[in-house]
């Protein structure tokens, strides 16, 4: 059980790498959208381009804390931490709303998680008998 926790600590630290990657993205979009607004050339789309930054910002921001909170939750489980399974829990359930692949990671968790194993080898203590 404890090289499916390693799998399952890698799997979330690519997940979270990845959706940082993908916040750091649109906040470089935002930016670029954030130049129209400035140009006295582009009066036309100046509301467009504030609102089109306004959402990259929102959603760059959003999978910045959403991929930052993966990567700490990974150096959790590596730690075995009872607070690291406490929290992928959660994100576990979130993810299996991100399909496909979140939806394959958020079942991975929980299968792994909540088996009595997995349980176990959380427990304080457990960690030294490991």
Request: charged share 10%; proline share 3%.
């Amino acid at each position: 059980m404890e090289r499916h926790v390693r799998l399952l600590g890698i799997l979330a630290s690519i997940w979270g790498a990845l959706a940082t990657l993908v916040g750091l993205s649109m906040l470089l979009l935002a930016i670029g959208a954030l130049a129209l607004v400035g140009d006295p050339d582009a009066e036309a789309v100046s509301f467009a381009a504030g609102l089109t930054a306004a959402v990259f910002v929102s959603i760059g921001v959003f999978s910045l804390l959403w991929g930052m909170a993966h990567i700490w939750v990974a150096t959790l489980l590596r730690r075995l931490s009872p607070l690291g399974r406490v929290v992928m829990l959660g994100l576990a359930v979130v993810n299996l709303l991100v399909f496909p692949f979140g939806t394959a990671l958020g079942a991975y968790a929980l299968w792994i998680l909540l088996t009595n194993d997995g349980r176990r080898l959380f427990e304080p203590g457990a960690a030294q008998h490991a």
